[in-house]
């Protein structure tokens, strides 16, 4: 059976928090979660583009339910005032999509140190979802979506001693660390909800291969070959925002979506959303304990699951 936007269950009275909400992939799922009654805090960087994103949602969903949130991933103050921002404002997070992030760029780093696709791919959701967890361990039910790609398959468990490439960094290796960071994330994350009793679920989900900015920024940015090429091969044949949102949605809101699982596209990138077998190294629970440790170490910040408020 194929699952699409029109499966999405009614979402009224659920809060959720979308990161990257201004544009590409997030601006969908906040746009289809608003579409279905969830209230959307849209958690975002360029505060103009997220305006005007917002603005798009209310045009096509009139009686859209939408807050926009400044939210700096690259930044761990950023966060964590984002993060107390909706505490403040929301006894609930119903559904938490980790979906902000950059594909293949030159070497930079964040306000903290941190090599820039690891930090904003990964560590700045890592620290974002456990300041998060009062609210999330409120829900009767909590939803955290992250969002891994291909790139994973050429990305390497963390090393403890230089996660941040130091000496060693090329666009794609930090790309693959990154997002198999993400895929090791969601799965330890999900086991720690079940060893803990909670009810939350947590999901990864690749979107397949899309035309949003994401091909074309790393191109901008870089002009290096291999980005080029992606950017105008995603132009050519990849799916629409609306497709490579739909395993991001489904991960939110399907009654049936498993914890612990990933869905794609039923052909890797392109299709319907599925769930999808998992095997070896994406299973490593070795990976993953390093994974949280250099987590909790390089961003402060340790997961409470007896935080419930
Ligand atoms: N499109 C694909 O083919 C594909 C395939 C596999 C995986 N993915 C994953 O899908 C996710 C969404 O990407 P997309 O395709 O929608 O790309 P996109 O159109 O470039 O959107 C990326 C989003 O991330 C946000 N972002 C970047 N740096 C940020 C920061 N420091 N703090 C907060 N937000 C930041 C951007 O906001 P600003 O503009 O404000 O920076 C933008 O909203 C990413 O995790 C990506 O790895 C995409």
């Known amino acids: 059976m194929t699952w699409s936007a029109a499966d999405i269950p009614d979402q009224s009275g659920r809060v959720a928090v979308v990161t990257g909400a201004n544009g590409g992939l997030g601006l969908e799922v906040a746009r289809e979660l608003a579409r279905r009654g969830a209230l959307v805090v849209m958690a975002a960087r360029d505060q103009a583009k997220a305006s005007s994103a917002r603005a798009s949602i209310g045009s096509q969903v009139p009686d859209a339910a939408t807050e926009l949130q400044p939210l700096d991933l690259a930044s761990l103050a950023s966060v964590r005032e984002a993060a107390a921002a909706i505490l403040a404002g929301h006894r609930r997070v119903d559904i938490l999509v980790n979906n902000a992030g950059l594909m293949g760029i030159d070497e930079r780093r964040t306000e903290d140190g941190f090599e820039m696709q690891l930090g904003v791919n990964h560590l700045g959701h890592f620290a974002l979802t456990a300041l998060l967890l009062p ?9 955290v979506v992250s969002v891994t790609s291909t790139g994973r398959h050429f990305g390497r468990p963390l090393d403890p001693d230089n996660p941040h490439l130091h000496g060693n960094y090329d666009p794609w290796r930090a790309y693959g660390q990154s997002k198999l960071a993400n895929l090791h994330f969601a799965l ?31 191109a901008r940015e870089t002009g290096g070959r291999s980005q080029r090429f992606f950017s105008a091969a995603v132009r050519r044949v990849g799916m629409t925002p609306a497709q490579g949102a739909l395993p991001l949605l489904r991960a939110a809101t399907d009654p049936g979506a498993v914890g612990g699982a990933l869905y794609t596209p039923r052909w ?42």
């Open 188 to 218: 330890e994350l999900d086991r720690r909800f079940r060893a803990a009793g909670t009810p939350a679920r947590s999901i990864v989900v690749h979107p397949g291969f899309t035309g949003t900015d994401l091909q074309a920024r790393s």
């Open 268 to 309: 890797v990138n392109w299709g319907p959303p599925v769930r999808r077998p998992l095997f070896g190294r994406s299973r490593s629970r070795e990976a993953m304990a390093t994974l949280w440790e250099v987590s909790e170490r390089e961003t402060g910040v340790g997961f409470d699951l007896a935080a419930r408020r």
């Open 135 to 143: 609210a999330l361990l409120g829900s009767d039910g909590a939803r």
